[in-house]
Nanobody
Framework: QVHVAESGGGLVQPGGSLRLSCAASGTFFSILTMGWYRQAPGKQRELVAAVTPGGSTKYIDPVKGRFTISRDNAKTEVTLQMNSLKPEDTAVYFC??????????????WGLGTQVTVSS
């Protein structure tokens, strides 16, 4: 099991940037694909970006070109650099492992998340 602590959220104006950090603990971090998820009010939690143990990345279309996920296996950290933020990016952001075929509802552990609010 990987336990996480997310940080870095806040209030930012449209077009601004934020950098989210995820401090992870757990024996198997270096062999897990990790991801950033988000949950907006009234919506289901969704996977936004993922990074494999080797550093390959994937993004959902709405954030491509604006968000960058990265990881440091030595420090067991995952970061999400978010640029050109839009109001529709407003959500609570969570870090967690990514299990192929498993929807967010299927996970039995989540951290507290970090709130990102994009508003003028």
């Amino acid at each position: 099991q990987v336990h996480v602590a997310e940080s870095g959220g806040g209030l930012v104006q449209p077009g601004g940037s934020l950098r989210l950090s995820c401090a992870a603990s757990g024996t198997f971090f270096s062999i897990l694909t990790m991801g950033w998820y988000r949950q907006a009010p009234g919506k289901q939690r969704e996977l936004v970006a993922a990074v494999t143990p080797g550093g390959s990345t994937k993004y959902i279309d709405p954030v491509k070109g604006r968000f960058t996920i990265s990881r440091d296996n030595a420090k067991t950290e995952v970061t999400l650099q978010m640029n050109s933020l839009k109001p529709e990016d407003t959500a609570v952001y969570f870090c967690n492992k990514v299990v192929p075929g498993l929807t967010p509802d299927g996970y039995d552990y989540w951290g507290l998340g970090t709130q990102v609010t994009v508003s003028s």
